[in-house]
């Protein structure tokens, strides 16, 4: 859900007070509930930013957008029992904000669900049997708990915290070629009919024959190096931290404004020291394991709804043959936020983040509706190289480095202690569900 511009100023307030608002949000992720009602409401002459953070997010009250009713009557009912709006102009206003809402955050796999955060703004109510101040007006700022998630990404990335220049573009299909777009002349465009030949310096594009090659020299050039640079990059990354796609197999799938979209040396070098903390803080044996463990404990629970990929039997019985393949990403408001908070040591929800956690045949099923896009999934599902009966497929990104700045690699299920209890693998069994 986009952040509407008369919305700008109270999602900022609400952007910049995350570590409160997610500690309030954070439970409400597992519940029925996933409206929020903050009231943001001034008296005249006081900033908004005057208001008690705290205080604010510990009055807001939770709600059901799939039971709007008794939404809009606490929001009608009279001030300060309610939020003292006008039954019109509220039955006017909420439903299709609750809409857009369900519609945009709620996939057909119901791999992830947001909180939406409806801020009452604009003048504070007088007390009952006060007088309204001339020119009174209020009304509703809504945005998505993810939304607010980036919009903080922004404002902290902005800063520069790691001295490096952020890019803040998506990755668009416009940045990748299909396959058909790579089997044609790149001078003429005439398809492949299976004897062309590869640039022999980037190998990434094809020719009819040397005189298309000759004449096509010129505006490839630039674009030939860039190959190889991408390819060099990617290689030493997967030298590094054991990322699985090649360079060859990175640079294949880039357009010409995916290469110009890549990264610089420092954003490049920034996002692999990223990607070592990540495993680091996440993964390694060493550290929390944060990430390993969750994986342990999900090898038998269903991620989508029913009807959607396997039925929950048959991810209990992949489970225990250790045949169920998993695939986890994560999204956060910006990778230092992350970290910091991450492992403040604050009691409650420390980071905003949102999981979406897929197994082969959710991945599958959303490849058959159109809905899951990866060119590098279907190389990785199969490789031999993946056991599912110890690793992970995971996939780390920071978009604020720049759209490219996304890699895949393989992580191991976190082991019990050796006093803890374990399965024939030697993994904690998760709480098997009756079925």
């Known amino acids: 859900m986009a952040v509407p511009e008369g919305a700008l100023p109270p999602a900022l307030w609400l952007a910049q007070h995350m570590a409160k608002l997610e500690a309030k949000c954070c439970p409400m992720l597992k519940s029925a509930q996933d409206v929020l009602v903050v009231d943001l409401r001034t008296r005249r002459g006081v900033e908004l930013a005057a208001l008690d953070a705290g205080e604010v997010v510990r009055e807001g009250t939770m709600w059901s957008h799939a039971e709007p009713r008794p939404l809009i009557a606490y929001l009608v009912h009279e001030y300060p029992v309610g939020k003292g709006y006008l039954a019109p102009y509220t039955r006017r206003e909420v439903p ?11 996939t057909k796999a119901g791999s992830f669900k947001d909180v939406l955060v409806i801020a009452c703004v604009g003048d504070l109510p007088p007390a009952p049997g ?5 020119n009174f007006s209020h009304c509703f700022a809504s945005v998505t708990f993810y939304a607010l998630m980036q919009m903080r990404a922004a404002m902290i990335n902005g800063q520069k915290p790691d001295g490096v220049e952020k890019s803040f573009q998506p990755c668009t299909p416009d940045l990748l070629r299909t396959r058909a777009e ?48 991408v390819a060099a990059d990617v290689e030493q990354m997967g030298r590094r931290l054991g990322t699985l796609t090649t360079g060859k197999q990175c640079a294949q799938n880039l357009s010409g404004g995916g290469l110009d979209a890549w990264h610089s040396p420092e954003q490049m070098e920034t996002f692999m020291n990223e990607m070592q903390e990540f495993t680091n803080h996440m993964i390694y044996p060493g550290g929390p394991q944060w990430l390993s463990d969750m994986a342990a404990k999900l090898r038998y629970t269903k991620f989508s709804k029913e009807g959607f990929g396997d039925s929950a039997e048959v991810v209990l019985q992949k489970g225990r043959a250790g045949t169920r393949k998993m695939y986890c990403e994560i999204d956060y408001a910006g990778f230092r936020d992350f970290i910091a908070r991450m492992y403040s040591g604050d009691p409650g929800p420390k980071v905003a983040a949102r999981q979406q956690w897929l197994d082969e045949s959710d991945i599958r099923e959303l490849w058959r509706t159109g809905t899951f896009v990866c ?49 024939e693998h030697g993994f904690v069994p998760a709480r098997i569900p009756q079925l």
């Open 182 to 229: 790579r089997h044609v002349c790149d001078h003429c465009g005439r398809a492949d009919d299976g004897t062309m030949k590869k640039c022999n310096a980037c190998k990434q594009v094809r020719y009819c024959g040397r005189d298309c090659q000759k004449q096509g020299w010129r505006a490839h050039r630039p674009r030939c190096r860039k190959y190889q640079q």
């Open 375 to 423: 060119p590098a999934m279907k190389r990785l599902l199969n490789s031999p190289e993946f056991n599912p009966r110890t690793h992970f497929l995971v996939r780390f990104e920071d978009p604020a480095i720049g759209p490219m700045a996304s890699a895949h690699y393989f992580a191991e299920f976190a082991r019990p202690n050796k006093d803890e209890p374990s399965d």
């Open 130 to 134: 006060g007088r309204t101040p001339p």
């Open 96 to 106: 299709p904000i609750l809409e857009e809402y369900a519609a945009k955050n709620y």
